[in-house]
């Protein structure tokens, strides 16, 4: 099956949303082994919603569609499906239904855009809408189907997990596309690159493998496509087990692995709990830990000591530490660390400290200095690290820094 | 100017990467007033950039392209302009010297991945970079202007911003395209849509409205176009005035504004402090805050209070109110708030106490019910709020309801 996706929203042309929708959907479908050949995304005007079902490859049996489907006077996606079609638009009652009961349990009233809502052009199926008030619809002939869903990423993603997949699932069986992702902590990229140049050379011909980037961890993503299900495993598992050996203290996870989730299933299974003492990160690692559904069972909490007089009056960090050694050094974030340690009385602790920029630098320490410390009981580790200029970059690959430390240091 | 921006890397096919970079673009070039009329993204491989360097409108006259320009062998897209235009790679001396520099002050060693970087189609004016080692490429010819940008983020902004957008400008002067953004905060979209109906009608033919939600705050965009700047901008006043006295209790920003930007504007103004003591919010209130720079002027920090036993041994709270109220109450969460304040003797503070979700509801207390109080020396304020079902949104519309009604609390 090939298919494609199309958003439709002036707001992604004009780049004052980020389209999430595309990359969600892309990759629900790759998982099923839809090979998505164009993402495009056009303007709310009936004519580029009809110029771009028009440019559809002759080729593509999918297209799946979202956004316009709002209440709002800029929604049009639905009058324009109608248009193509050469469809009425029909008031569909059952969704009239959904929608009253929807509005009702909201302690709102029942307005006239609510209702146009029930509204979908006749010759579609309709996909309720469990959550929200705009259906969703399912078009289908001899050519394609075409899917047009909400721009709202949840009720978009709720029609695409409960009905849409499903149905889709029935209809390619015949072939088969697998990913591994193996997550990769430590190492620049072309490092990386330079280290794996061997075992990218010979790749099996039906495999081939991607290098994804983000602050703080690096995702190696490996692609097998084929008929047999077996040997495309098979060949992956080789590579992945070869990896392994090449860069054993680097990797720190695997496909939709995310660090912040593997140290809660750690804790969780050490029956641990962890605190933490955040300077630079400013709340960004209690983010990430909190992010886990289920964290309350490890997490206890933690401080966020931005200022030195609360790394001194509460965390305890010895104020003449801070006068000789600075705030970023490694002296004071391994007292932040103990100091959490004991005042949350919990078995490990992470702590930060660090100029996140833009300014604030010296020559000494530039932008991007960071000191980590991690601590147990018994033990703490801690380790610098320059990162590069920019905060938003620093702080998160700080705080995955420290997560990944952590895991490592109850694992030691 | 009409414009196209096309992103390359399978990575965005398949869903594993979110296309930030075709928003940034867009969003720069719409400032510029270039009409974006397609964003599109395709497959690394050769013949995927062929086509869609083939099907790009005829009256199209800028195309802008990211991606593949690593230093890994998945990156293809110097190669294919090379073969487009039918020119040969040579070596940048310029270029090579800079990716030289570059990895020098890294400490790492100058690998033939590195030199290769330096290859450039012959036809092309190169854009030095000066924060990584890909370079970027300007072609241009009777038709049009093609430029092909690194896909990491901030290199390709770093080019745009220092080199590009100038350049661009001086060719693009004859019209005007210009946006008012104005945040609300406290509204359900189609209520608002609701309130809104008549303010919506006898729009002035040049400009339009649209509704951008997002979780804890809706984004109203009005856009004018035409050739008389004065006229428009003039329209577009009016608008935003009639709506300030439409709904003035539910505008909190405009534009770029950001709350926890605007809330460390009010601070740094009042030379005040602020602390926050966060349960269901987990640290993203103080990440909120510490995202802005200089935040340090007005932000102590804070408590992660997740546990009950943090809550009443470091933040005094009233072990009988948790037992009585349960921990997502009026009284918990106001004793959070007076707690952080006198033990971070900060002027102003924030809590939070809720059910993130997606379980631990109950039928008197659903998943997204959250008690938020704020404080100043002599007042508290606190609220009861019943979000969705989703955690992550959750946490999300609770900070930032958070930080607006702290800013509500300091101007009241």
Not at 12 to 41: E, F, P, R
Not at 92 to 103: A, D, G, S
Not at 330 to 349: C, P, R, Y
Request: charged letters at 25%.
């Amino acid at each position: 099956m090939k298919a494609e996706i199309i958003t439709i929203g002036d707001e992604l042309l004009i780049g004052q949303v980020v389209d999430t929708n595309a990359a969600w959907i892309a990759n629900k479908l790759n998982l099923l082994g839809i090979d998505i050949h164009k993402i495009v995304s056009i303007s709310d005007k009936k004519e580029s919603i009809f110029k771009a079902l028009e440019q559809v490859d002759k080729s593509t049996n999918l297209v799946i569609l979202t956004g316009g489907l709002g209440p709002t006077n800029d929604d049009i996606t639905k009058i324009a499906l109608a248009e193509y079609f050469h469809v009425k638009l029909v008031m569909n009652n059952k969704v009239l239904e959904k929608i009253k009961t929807f509005v009702i349990k909201r302690n709102a009233d029942l307005n006239e855009r609510n209702k146009q809502q029930a509204l979908v052009p006749e010759n579609c199926t309709v996909i309720q809408n469990s959550i929200g008030t705009a259906p969703g619809m399912w078009f289908e002939d001899n050519r394609r189907i075409i899917i047009s869903l909400p721009g709202v990423p949840f009720e978009m993603k709720e029609m695409m997990n409960n009905h849409i997949l499903e149905e889709l699932k029935k209809r390619h069986k015949n072939f088969y596309i697998s990913h591994k992702n193996i997550l990769i902590q430590g190492l620049a990229e072309s490092k990386l690159a330079e280290i794996l140049e061997e075992w990218e050379k010979n790749f099996p011909k039906d495999l081939s493998v991607a290098y994804l980037p983000s602050p703080g961890v690096i995702k190696l993503r490996i692609t097998g496509k084929g008929k047999n299900r077996k040997y495309i495993e098979e060949q992956i598992e080789n590579k992945v087990n070869a990896l392994k050996n090449i860069i054993p203290d680097y990797i720190c996870g695997f496909d939709e692995d995310k660090l912040e989730e593997l140290l809660g299933k750690l804790l969780k299974e050490k029956k641990a709990t962890v605190s933490v003492a955040e300077s630079c990160t400013g709340g960004n690692i209690g983010r990430l830990i909190t992010s886990v559904p289920g964290c309350s069972d490890y997490f206890k909490g933690g401080i966020i000591a931005y200022s030195n007089e609360i790394k001194e009056n509460i965390l305890n960090v010895n104020k003449r530490n801070i006068e000789i050694y600075g705030a970023v050094s490694k002296q004071v974030v391994e007292e932040m660390a103990k100091g959490i340690l004991e005042l949350f009385t919990t078995d490990f602790s992470i702590a930060t400290s660090g100029i996140a920029g833009p300014t604030g630098g010296s020559k000494e320490k530039p932008v991007g200095t960071t000191w980590i410390a991690v601590a147990g009981k018994d033990k703490v580790i801690t380790q610098k690290f320059v990162f590069g200029d920019q905060r938003d970059r620093n702080i998160q690959r700080a705080s995955l820094t420290a997560i990944n430390m952590l895991q490592k240091l109850i694992l030691s």
